[in-house]
């Protein structure tokens, strides 16, 4: 048996939708994505997006109408006994490379940090699960914009909830996950820039099928 995965995506604020479909081949999966924008007027090649991925180890996306793709490579290995997790992400003709690291000291204890080459800043965050709550706190702080971010995530069984606030933005952000293993996943997210005077929510909504051919 095959597994393959359907994902759709949609943002309200400015009704944009997407469609990733994802075929398991071996250790490989295989990815196409498509936009709203592909069949806005005829057929054509906009918005769409092949990948690769071999989980854990690394994923190529290329863009067909920018002729642009996009390199991730994952490593781990041990430092003073403890798990640390390496990506690098290129992305040809957008300026951007990235190394990203995770450090887990335990399971209740974390640290990562982000570095961007193009505008040589970085940021760097803690996360802390607190023991039998399932709850996640995730203080950060973004050396770009000197300003901290703070987050707060609690499990309810195949559900989460988390929330979220932006200081450099002052930006709230609230999201509804529920990962099923028969029914797939889904996940409702809505974020609101209190600087504005209309505070109107930005909503986003993702669900994701999953298939045995």
């Known amino acids: ?14 009704q944009a939708a997407s469609t990733t479909a994802t075929v398991t081949v071996g250790d490989l999966k295989l990815k196409a994505t498509c936009t709203d ?7 054509s090649l906009n918005g769409i997006t092949m990948g690769i ?8 996306d290329y863009d067909l109408p920018k002729k642009a793709a996009r390199f991730q490579f994952m490593s781990s290995a041990k430092l003073a006994g403890k798990q640390l997790k390496l990506t690098y992400i290129h992305a040809q003709k957008a300026n951007m490379t990235v190394l990203d690291g995770n450090l887990a000291f335990d399971p209740s204890n974390k640290v990562s940090a982000k570095y961007s080459f193009a505008s040589a800043t970085g940021q760097l965050k803690y996360s802390y699960v607190h023991a039998g709550g399932g709850i996640t706190f995730e203080p950060g702080y973004d050396f770009a914009n000197n300003s901290w971010n703070f987050s707060m995530q609690k499990a309810y069984g195949e559900d989460s909830l988390k929330t979220s606030y932006e200081t450099s933005k002052n930006t709230l952000g609230v999201e509804w996950t529920r990962d099923s293993k028969i029914a797939g ?3 409702v997210s809505a974020s609101m820039n209190m600087n ?5 929510p930005k909503l986003i909504a993702e669900r994701t099928w999953n298939f045995e051919i």
Do not use: R
């Open 37 to 43: 924008s592909t069949f806005a007027h005829a057929p």
């Open 196 to 200: 504005t005077e209309t505070k109107s």
């Open 185 to 187: 996943s889904f996940k």
């Open 1 to 14: 048996m095959t597994k393959a995965s359907v994902k759709g995506k949609y943002e309200a604020g400015v």
């Open 53 to 60: 991925e071999k989980p854990g180890f690394f994923m190529i």
